[in-house]
Nanobody, 111 residues
Framework: QLQESGPGLVKPSQTLSLACTVS?????????WHWIRQSPGKGLEWIGY???????IYSPSLRSRTSISRDTSKNQFTLQLSSVTPEDTGVYYC??????WGQGTQVTVSS
């Protein structure tokens, strides 16, 4: 199972920080650990992933503002999205191999 956590409200220009806690397996096993979001009225948008080895790949459109890291002691991986705007409002999901998904967490960017 995967569970997202983090602030539900972020102010413009600040950094959005979310954590995904994994309870079903170790994040160091052979899987891709993804962050995906859905903004109001839009489809799913892939943000990036961290591979079990620790390497990362980001969406080209978000690369300059995105950082995905992990804490193996907590079996968590995290998302940081900097310089947010109201366009970053949406439901953020973490997923394993895009097969197992968390329930999602709503993030609103507003002053």
């Amino acid at each position: 199972q995967l569970q997202e956590s983090g602030p539900g409200l972020v102010k413009p220009s600040q950094t959005l920080s979310l954590a995904c806690t994994v309870s079903s397996r170790s994040i160091t096993t052979n899987s891709y650990w993804h962050w995906i979001r859905q903004s109001p009225g839009k489809g799913l948008e892939w943000i990036g992933y961290i591979y079990y080895s620790g390497s990362t790949i980001y969406s080209p459109s978000l690369r300059s503002r995105t950082s995905i890291s992990r804490d193996t002691s907590k079996n968590q991986f995290t998302l940081q999205l900097s310089s947010v705007t109201p366009e970053d409002t949406g439901v953020y999901y973490c997923a394993r191999d895009r097969v197992d998904w968390g329930q999602g967490t709503q993030v609103t960017v507003s002053s």
